[in-house]
């Protein structure tokens, strides 16, 4: 499935639809980074990293572990360059002379964000970090 980003758009939706109806009474063992296909199929997850089981649970479940770590704002390129350095950055959208960054982790001190509703990618940033720190 690693390679499912290089298909077409259309093809990508067309193979998640096949594996979600698929998944209705079955179990769907699915590997892959790509997290807009894990949110469009899957209910339950097993994350796993260098063939160890790190975390099971519903997707809503594994979200919710991230709320309160999810922040959203917009700072100067050079808090930006500070920011990156010591928190985990999931988007950034360039704005002039400012950056729109939503991270996860602590607050960040020079920045005044407000926190964001958590999504999957969020809580696969998020855990892939402690992850990091565990290995």
Do not use: C
């Amino acid at each position: 499935m690693g390679t499912l980003f290089r298909r077409s758009t259309k093809e990508r939706i067309r193979f998640s639809n096949i594996i979600s109806d698929m998944g209705k009474d079955k179990i769907v063992l699915l590997s892959t980074h790509i997290v807009s296909d894990i949110e469009a199929i899957a209910t339950e997850l097993v994350v796993v990293k260098k063939g160890k089981v790190l975390e099971t649970g519903n997707v809503d479940e594994l979200v919710r572990k991230v709320e309160g770590q999810v922040w959203e704002t917009v700072v100067s390129q050079e808090v930006y360059q500070k920011l990156r350095k010591e928190r985990s950055v999931i988007h950034l959208k360039q704005m002039g002379r400012e950056v729109q960054v939503r991270f996860v982790g602590e607050e960040y001190p020079d920045a005044e964000g407000s926190r964001a509703e958590p999504t999957l990618e969020d809580y696969y940033v998020f855990a892939g970090g402690i992850m990091e720190e565990n290995s």
